[in-house]
């Protein structure tokens, strides 16, 4: 029971703490480009110096991670909750 509990905190924290660090990472490097005069290439992920590029929003690029890290993360939180239960139950 206290295995469902870690789980379900692994499986809630993990997902999300990858997204927030992808979606940082991704907006440090627009920052830089853009403080650099350049033109951040969203599909190549490359800054370009030369050409503007149009912005693709975030969630039309990685729509995939997203769905999946909000999926294994309602999954983490129902094991949470399920663990909790029967933990409070056999006190």
């Known amino acids: 029971m206290k295995a469902r509990l870690i789980i379900g905190l692994i499986l809630f924290i993990l ?48 729509k995939e991670l997203i769905l999946m890290s909000i999926s294994v993360s309602i999954l983490g939180i129902l094991l949470f909750v399920r663990g909790r239960r029967k933990y409070e139950n056999n006190k």
């Open 15 to 62: 997902p999300l703490g990858y997204l927030i660090m992808d979606y940082g990472y991704e907006f440090f490097d627009v920052n830089t480009c853009l403080d650099l005069g350049g033109s951040y290439d969203y599909e190549k992920y490359l800054c370009d110096k030369e050409e503007n590029h149009p912005y693709i929003p975030y969630w039309n690029r990685k």
